[in-house]
């Protein structure tokens, strides 16, 4: 019983174990319109690399929301993101952007939303496929907290911290 019990403690976390949790995160709802984020980006020993701001205008169409999102880095680059990203009849999602490789997958469940893709990174002039892991988790006031491991051949190179406000 005990083995089980550390077992069970080390199982990834689920998008189902926030069923009924706060209220609901609602994708659509949440990004349509203007959202504002303020992010960081740590390397795997914790050292914050790069800080940001993105502002994100969201638009739907049926069963479709684009997010046309621009980013101020720091150090003063800029970058933009459209993203597409479908309802599907099961309640998941499917996105797509222009520096993602092949098809986001994203579910929700109460106040979480577990985002997943690969992404075309640029770094010093050189090109890198990293995938993400997104949780997303509404918080009151209008607030998302946003937590993002980012991984190379499975193994962890950082993550991104991001804060979303409602102006």
């Given at each position: 019983?005990?083995?089980?019990?550390?077992?069970?403690?080390?199982?990834?976390?689920?998008?189902?174990?926030?069923?009924g949790r706060g209220e609901p995160f609602d994708l659509f709802g949440y990004f349509s319109g203007t959202t504002h984020g303020y992010g960081l980006f740590e390397d795997r020993f914790g050292t914050i690399k790069r800080q940001f701001k993105v502002v994100i205008?969201?638009?739907?169409?049926?069963?479709?929301?684009?997010?046309?999102?621009?980013?101020?880095?720091?150090?003063?680059?800029?970058?933009?993101?459209?993203?597409?990203?479908?309802?599907?009849?099961?309640?998941?999602?499917?996105?797509?952007?222009?520096?993602?490789?092949?098809?986001?997958?994203?579910?929700?469940?109460?106040?979480?939303?577990?985002?997943?893709?690969?992404?075309?990174?640029?770094?010093?002039?050189?090109?890198?496929?990293?995938?993400?892991?997104?949780?997303?988790?509404?918080?009151?006031?209008?607030?998302?907290?946003?937590?993002?491991?980012?991984?190379?051949?499975?193994?962890?190179?950082?993550?991104?911290?991001?804060?979303?406000?409602?102006?």
């Amino acid at each position: 019983i005990l083995l089980m019990g550390i077992l069970s403690a080390c199982s990834p976390m689920r998008v189902t174990d926030f069923s009924g949790r706060g209220e609901p995160f609602d994708l659509f709802g949440y990004f349509s319109g203007t959202t504002h984020g303020y992010g960081l980006f740590e390397d795997r020993f914790g050292t914050i690399k790069r800080q940001f701001k993105v502002v994100i205008e969201g638009s739907i169409d049926g069963d479709k929301i684009t997010l046309d999102e621009d980013f101020l880095y720091d150090d003063g680059e800029t970058q933009k993101r459209v993203w597409t990203i479908t309802r599907r009849a099961d309640g998941s999602y499917e996105g797509r952007a222009d520096d993602v490789i092949g098809v986001a997958r994203g579910k929700e469940a109460g106040n979480a939303l577990n985002w997943a893709y690969t992404l075309a990174l640029p770094v010093g002039g050189r090109v890198f496929e990293v995938q993400f892991d997104d949780w997303m988790l509404r918080q009151q006031d209008g607030v998302v907290i946003n937590r993002a491991k980012v991984r190379k051949f499975g193994f962890d190179v950082g993550s991104v911290t991001l804060a979303f406000t409602k102006p």
